[in-house]
Structure formats: structure tokens, C-alpha cells
């Protein structure tokens, strides 16, 4: 007999583990734990979230299960500690002003958050990427249909609650948050359905997502989705595994396009959905340009950079110009001083460095690796236009990327050992 629990599993929502007896009763916790944990991350309209909260308990059952750190993540230790360092020493002089250690303490917490996530990836990697992976898959697609919901008035209150201003936001405070957190489990399905096989399931789940993304009206965040399919799609090109493999992932990817496209014209007939895209699909807005526009600001915050080469410390610059300047690279030198913007950009250079050089070896995680890497550079490049320094889920990419590139390293030592002339790496896409 057919239960519940086999439908979710065979549409990847929930994950699939090898026998209860044959796995550790504190490792079984931390996988319980960790879905729970991701499966919560879609609920960003409060402060702290019910995520934030159980970071702690996640960091309890890794303890429990020995989850121990990594040689290779000490880059990314080190570079985090040199730029909230840095954002401690900027936040002296305005330690006194409104919210300004609520956010150097959000720092230090995601930062934490990243390096955790690193270490669970880094050993069992896929039972416990399976839990990440349904998790999010689960929750994205949950919040989605909240938010979709809220658009069309489909209940009392669902407009205010998950699409206020007429955009869709689900459980989050912004639209332009909402939208970027979707493009990872959207590539993550596309990427299965491209490369191996098309499930029922998976066509209805990126359809609720591609909708998602583009009710939520932002154009960074389709900007992002673009971005990252197509770096998705090259990547997939360039690590098949054979000919055969490559022909697919061309006419599937191909395919794909034609018929998202396709839906997308067919979500544009409805009026309301027309009218608000005709509105943000414009690249100029009025909020972008004047006295008071994001480039002015943006021109008011490179001077302030070199004004201030300990940093303003946070929300300064807003309190003194008025308006936040939405770059991240900018808010990096601003808020946490040339020491610390240095250190953030080190940390992204290093990451796309490392996350690129391991996504090319055969392993198999390299799907996780490779989709999440593509999500990463459309975060990357989407940072020029918001700011991206206190997203969950820019975290959770991060301790992914270091995690998996961690678990390759490890791999690849451990197979060079015996075969050190030959620089021996396995090809174990099967396994």
C-alpha cells in the first residue's frame, strides 16, 4: 500500500535515509533537526525567527553527533572573524544609536550560521544534504503557494499577510528577499529534470516556483533567476559525464526555456500580473535616479567610503543621508570599514575560486555543488544592486559551498594516498 509518506519521498520532499538501525541515534537527530531547521528558514517576518532559534538546537545535535571542523574551512573562519572583527571596531562610536548591535550581533550569528552549515556538509555529506535538500524544496514550495494565495485574494487577510503592496512576499518582511530565495530549490529540480529524469512532480513544483519569482516583482531577483540558470546550465554542459549527457542537458535546456517562456506569456494575460510587470520591468525607476535616487546615493556612499576608512558603523549612513545606499559592497566598507569590506570581498572571491575548483571533480555531491555555485553567482552579481550582507539563505549557500568543497577535498586526499603518482580522482557519479 501507497502511504503519504512514499508520495513526499518520491517527490523529494522529504528525505530519503538508509535504515533507522543502521545509522546513529544522534546522527538520525541531527538530520531531523536540520530539516526542521530549513524548513523553518521560509519565516523571516519576525525578529528572531523561528529559524534563528533553532540554529541553536542544531548546534546541540552536531555536537551530539561529533560533527567536527575541517582543515579546509579555516579560509572562510579566518575571513569571517577578520570582517566582523572589523564591524565591532566600526560600531564604536555609534554603539548608542537604534538597532546598531542588534545588527553587528545578526553578523556574528549568520557568520556562525555558514561555518556550522560548513561542518555538517563536510562528513555524511548525502543523507544530510537529502534532509537540507526535501527541506527546502518542501518550505519554498509551502511559502510559494502562500504567497500566491495572498496575490489573488484566494482567503480574508491573505492579500496583507503574503502580498501586501501588490507583490508577493510570503513570510518574509521584503519581496526583493522572497524572490532570491526561491532560485536555489527551483534550480535544484531544474537541474534534476535537465540531467537524469522528468517526475510529475517536479514540473507542478517548478511551476509554483517560477510563478512565485515572478509575482514577487523583483527585478534583482529575476535578474538572479537568469543568471543563475544559465550558469547552471553551462556548468551542467561542461561536467556531464558523457556525450550522451551533454545532448540531453542542450535539448532539455533548450525545452526548458521555450516552455518557461511559454508559461510566462500565459501569466502575463491576467491584467493585474501585466500591469505590475509593464511597472517593474522598466530598468529605470523613479526611486533610482534624482537627488534622493539609489545612483546619487550610491555616488554619496563611495565618497563616504573614503571618508571613513573605519567605517560608519551600521545604519549611519542612513541616518545621515536618509535612505540606504542598496550595495553590498558599498554597506561592507560602510558599515564594517575597509579592513572588514576587504575581508568580505576576499571571502566571495574565495568562495567562487574554491567552489568552482571542486565542482569539477566527479563526486556525489556535485549536483548539490553545482547548483547551489550557479545560485551563489547570481547572489554575487544581485549584490550590486541590494543588500544581500543579512540574508539567511546567502549564509546557507556559503557553509554549502565550503561544506561540499571540504567533503572533495577530503575525498580526493583520501583516494590520492594509494595512486600519489597518478593524481588518481574516481569517477563515483553513480554512486
Same mark, same amino acid.
Given at each position: *500500500?501507497?502511504? /503519504?509518506?512514499? &508520495?513526499?519521498?518520491?517527490?523529494?520532499?522529504l528525505?530519503?535515509?538508509?535504515?533507522?538501525? $543502521? =545509522?546513529?541515534?544522534?546522527?538520525? %537527530?541531527?538530520?531531523?533537526?536540520l530539516? !526542521?531547521?530549513?524548513? $523553518?528558514?521560509?519565516?523571516?517576518? %519576525?525578529? #528572531?525567527?523561528?529559524?534563528?532559534?533553532?540554529?541553536? =538546537?542544531?548546534?546541540?545535535?552536531?555536537?551530539a553527533?561529533? =560533527?567536527?571542523?575541517?582543515?579546509?574551512?579555516?579560509?572562510?573562519?579566518? @575571513?569571517l572573524?577578520?570582517?566582523?572583527? $572589523?564591524?565591532?571596531?566600526?560600531?564604536m562610536? =555609534? !554603539?548608542?544609536?537604534?538597532?546598531?548591535l542588534?545588527?553587528?550581533?545578526?553578523?556574528?550569528?549568520?557568520?556562525?550560521?555558514?561555518?556550522?552549515?560548513?561542518?555538517?556538509?563536510?562528513?555524511n555529506? *548525502? #543523507?544530510?544534504?537529502? /534532509?537540507?535538500?526535501?527541506?527546502?524544496?518542501?518550505?519554498?514550495?509551502?511559502?510559494?503557494?502562500?504567497?500566491i494565495?495572498?496575490?489573488?485574494?484566494?482567503?480574508p487577510?491573505?492579500?496583507?499577510?503574503?502580498?501586501?503592496?501588490?507583490?508577493?512576499?510570503?513570510?518574509?518582511?521584503?519581496?526583493?528577499?522572497?524572490?532570491?530565495?526561491?532560485?536555489w530549490?527551483?534550480?535544484?529540480?531544474?537541474?534534476? *529534470?535537465?540531467?537524469?529524469r522528468?517526475?510529475?512532480?517536479?514540473?507542478?513544483?517548478?511551476?509554483?516556483?517560477?510563478?512565485?519569482?515572478?509575482?514577487?516583482?523583483?527585478?534583482?531577483?529575476?535578474?538572479?533567476?537568469?543568471?543563475?540558470?544559465? %550558469?547552471?546550465?553551462?556548468?551542467?554542459?561542461?561536467?556531464?559525464?558523457?556525450?550522451?549527457?551533454?545532448?540531453?542537458?542542450?535539448? &532539455?535546456?533548450?525545452?526548458?526555456?521555450?516552455?518557461?517562456?511559454?508559461?510566462?506569456? *500565459?501569466?502575463?494575460?491576467?491584467?493585474s500580473?501585466?500591469?505590475?510587470?509593464?511597472?517593474?520591468?522598466?530598468?529605470?525607476?523613479d526611486?533610482?535616479?534624482?537627488?534622493?535616487?539609489?545612483?546619487?546615493?550610491?555616488? @554619496?556612499?563611495?565618497?563616504?567610503v573614503?571618508?571613513?576608512?573605519?567605517?560608519m558603523?551600521?545604519?549611519?549612513?542612513a541616518?545621515?543621508?536618509?535612505?540606504?545606499?542598496?550595495?553590498?559592497?558599498?554597506?561592507?566598507?560602510?558599515v564594517?570599514?575597509?579592513?572588514?569590506?576587504?575581508?568580505?570581498? &576576499?571571502?566571495?572571491?574565495?568562495?567562487?575560486?574554491?567552489?568552482? +575548483?571542486?565542482?569539477?571533480?566527479?563526486?556525489?555531491?556535485?549536483?548539490?555543488?553545482?547548483?547551489?555555485?550557479?545560485?551563489f553567482?547570481?547572489?554575487?552579481?544581485?549584490?550590486?544592486?541590494?543588500?544581500?550582507?543579512?540574508?539567511r539563505?546567502?549564509y @546557507?549557500?556559503?557553509g554549502?559551498?565550503?561544506?561540499? $568543497?571540504?567533503?572533495?577535498?577530503?575525498?580526493t +586526499?583520501?583516494?590520492? @594516498?594509494?595512486?600519489?603518482?597518478?593524481n588518481?580522482?574516481?569517477? !563515483?557519479?553513480?554512486?
Open positions: *500500500m501507497i502511504t /503519504a509518506g512514499d &508520495m513526499a519521498k518520491a517527490a523529494g520532499l528525505p530519503v535515509v538508509p535504515h533507522a538501525a $543502521a =545509522v546513529p541515534l544522534a546522527e538520525r %537527530i541531527l538530520r531531523i533537526v530539516y !526542521v531547521t530549513v524548513l $523553518a528558514s521560509s519565516i523571516a517576518f %519576525i525578529e #528572531p525567527s523561528p529559524h534563528d532559534a533553532l540554529m541553536g =538546537v542544531l548546534a546541540i545535535a552536531c555536537l553527533a561529533g =560533527v567536527h571542523f575541517q582543515r579546509a574551512l579555516a579560509v572562510p573562519l579566518a @575571513l572573524l577578520v570582517w566582523n572583527f $572589523a564591524g565591532m571596531m566600526a560600531l562610536p =555609534v !554603539v548608542g544609536q537604534e538597532k546598531t542588534q545588527y553587528t550581533g545578526t553578523s556574528i550569528y549568520l557568520a556562525i550560521a555558514a561555518l556550522l552549515f560548513a561542518c555538517i556538509f563536510s562528513q555529506t *548525502m #543523507p544530510r544534504l537529502a /534532509a537540507m535538500r526535501a527541506a527546502y524544496v518542501l518550505t519554498a514550495t509551502v511559502i510559494t503557494l502562500a504567497a494565495a495572498g496575490y489573488f485574494s484566494l482567503f487577510g491573505a492579500h496583507e499577510l503574503f502580498a501586501p503592496f501588490d507583490r508577493a512576499l510570503g513570510a518574509f518582511k521584503d519581496p526583493n528577499v522572497f524572490g532570491p530565495f526561491l532560485i530549490p527551483l534550480l535544484i529540480v531544474l537541474e534534476r *529534470m535537465i540531467v537524469r522528468i517526475r510529475m512532480t517536479d514540473i507542478i513544483v517548478v511551476g509554483i516556483l517560477s510563478f512565485g519569482l515572478l509575482v514577487s516583482f523583483s527585478r534583482g531577483a529575476w535578474l538572479h533567476a537568469a543568471a543563475s540558470g544559465a %550558469i547552471m546550465l553551462a556548468l551542467a554542459f561542461l561536467t556531464a559525464p558523457t556525450q550522451r549527457v551533454r545532448v540531453r542537458i542542450f535539448f &532539455m535546456g533548450a525545452t526548458g526555456v521555450l516552455a518557461l517562456a511559454a508559461f510566462i506569456v *500565459m501569466l502575463l494575460s491576467f491584467e500580473i501585466w500591469t505590475m510587470f509593464e511597472q517593474r520591468a522598466q530598468l529605470i525607476q526611486y533610482d535616479v534624482g537627488g534622493g535616487g539609489r545612483f546619487n546615493l550610491q555616488q @554619496l556612499a563611495l565618497g563616504a573614503l571618508k571613513f576608512p573605519n567605517g558603523g551600521p545604519y549611519e549612513f541616518r545621515v543621508y536618509g535612505l540606504q545606499q542598496h550595495n553590498v559592497y558599498l554597506q561592507s566598507f560602510l564594517y570599514g575597509w579592513v572588514g569590506g576587504i575581508a568580505y570581498t &576576499m571571502l566571495l572571491l574565495t568562495t567562487l575560486w574554491i567552489g568552482f +575548483r571542486t565542482l569539477l571533480l566527479r563526486t556525489p555531491w556535485q549536483p548539490y555543488l553545482l547548483t547551489a555555485y550557479a545560485t553567482v547570481g547572489e554575487v552579481l544581485e549584490g550590486f544592486v541590494i543588500d544581500t550582507d543579512h540574508w539563505h546567502f @546557507l549557500l556559503l554549502v559551498i565550503w561544506g561540499l $568543497a571540504a567533503a572533495t577535498i577530503s575525498q +586526499r583520501q583516494v590520492q @594516498l594509494p595512486n600519489h603518482r597518478f588518481v580522482v574516481p569517477d !563515483v557519479s553513480a554512486a
